[in-house]
């Protein structure tokens, strides 16, 4: 039983920066695969981000490279995105997930453990 809280989303304009925290708790493992996902209307979760360690190994969705960073600290259990330039189309809301795995994949269905999501909108 993995609990994922999620933090940091807000409205800003673009070109702005927001940086979302994911803090776990319960029985888990540093080794877990680690992901953001970002859902809007009508659409399904749409991968962010993921990330490993050990060392780290991250994956961007291309819409996000350059501009996007994520990180995990195994010592607090938390995981971040640091988001920079924000765009319009960044807007939706943000879920941290746990796959059960010490390797990632990229689809909803391959993750175990969701948060409850934070909102993030950006205006033109």
């Known amino acids: 039983q993995v609990q994922l809280v999620e933090s940091g989303g807000g409205s800003v304009q673009a070109g702005g920066s927001l940086r979302l925290s994911c803090a776990a708790s319960?029985?888990?493992?540093?080794?877990?695969?680690m992901g953001w996902f970002r859902q809007v209307p009508g659409k399904g979760r749409e991968v962010v981000a993921t990330?490993?360690?050990?060392?780290?190994?991250?994956y961007y969705v291309a819409s996000v490279k350059g501009r996007f960073t994520v990180s995990r600290d195994n010592a607090k259990n938390t995981l971040y995105l640091q988001m920079n330039n924000l765009k319009p189309e960044d807007t939706g809301l943000y879920y941290c997930?746990?796959?059960?795995?010490?390797?990632?994949?990229?689809?909803?269905?391959?993750?175990?453990?969701w948060g409850q999501g934070t909102q993030v909108t950006v205006s033109s």
């Open positions: 997930a746990v796959r059960s795995a010490s390797w990632c994949l990229l689809e909803e269905s391959d993750y175990n453990y």
């Open positions: 319960g029985a888990s493992s540093s080794r877990y695969c």
């Open positions: 990330i490993v360690v050990g060392p780290d190994t991250v």
